[in-house]
């Protein structure tokens, strides 16, 4: 009984650990993602795009 209850605990401590370690997930690369000069990021087709603006 003590061994299962102490598994159980090992296992939900490092779950979310564990869960952070997978890497960049919603959304977050889109926050460090850099262009070309003269391009932008647009987040609904996740490349760079020409810079319309002027």
Do not use: Q, Y
Request: proline residues 4%; negative net charge; glycine residues 8%.
């Amino acid at each position: 009984m003590a061994f299962k209850t102490l598994l159980t605990a090992i296992i939900l401590a490092a779950a979310p650990t564990l869960a952070l370690a997978g890497g960049c997930s919603s959304g977050h690369s889109e926050a460090s993602m850099t262009c070309e000069t003269g391009s932008v990021w647009d987040a609904d087709t996740r490349t760079c795009v020409p810079n319309t603006t002027s």
